[in-house]
C-alpha cells in the first residue's frame, strides 16, 4: 500500500502558533485543540481529505528553499478579494503575475516569508 501525505510541514523561526492563526485563518481552518501558544508544533487540521499543516519551531531554516508553495484557488470570492484577505491576515505581496486576459496568480508571503500563490477561481473565470 503505497503511502499517504499526512502534513505539510512549515519550520518556523519564530512562534509556531502564531504562523499556524495565520494559516488557520487564511484557509478556514482550525488550529488543533491540543495545541497552544508556546507549543514547539502546532497543527492546522485538515479537512475531510487532505493533508494537515504542522508548523514545527526549527533553530535553524534550511539554507536552500525547498521550492515547494501552496496554490491557493478561491471557491466563493475573487483572485482579487482574496489577495486583499490575506493582506488583512498578515500577507506581504511578493508579485502580481496576473495577465492581461485575467489568467495568472498572484504571489504572496506569509508573515515568516514562505511564499504562496493565488490564482483565479470560479468567480474570475465568470467575470467577477
Do not use: K
Not at 485538515?46 to 493533508?51: F, L, N, S, T
Not at 508553495?69 to 489577495?83: F, S
Not at 484577505?85 to 500577507?91: F, I, M, P, S, T
Amino acid at each position: 500500500m503505497e503511502p499517504t501525505i499526512r502534513h505539510l510541514t512549515f519550520d518556523c523561526a519564530g512562534e509556531p502558533y502564531e504562523l499556524a492563526g495565520f494559516w488557520a485563518a487564511l484557509l478556514g481552518r482550525s488550529i488543533s485543540s491540543t495545541d497552544e501558544p508556546g507549543d514547539e508544533e502546532v497543527l492546522v487540521e485538515a479537512p475531510d481529505e487532505g493533508p494537515g499543516l504542522l508548523f514545527v519551531r526549527a533553530e535553524e531554516r534550511g539554507a536552500v528553499r525547498s521550492g515547494i508553495h501552496l496554490d491557493l484557488q478561491p471557491t466563493d470570492r475573487t483572485r482579487a478579494e482574496e489577495v486583499a484577505r490575506a493582506l488583512d491576515l498578515g500577507a506581504r505581496l511578493v508579485a502580481d503575475r496576473t495577465t492581461e486576459n485575467g489568467r495568472g496568480w498572484v504571489v504572496l508571503a506569509d508573515p515568516e516569508g514562505n511564499e504562496f500563490c493565488v490564482e483565479g477561481g470560479a468567480r474570475d473565470r465568470a467575470g467577477g
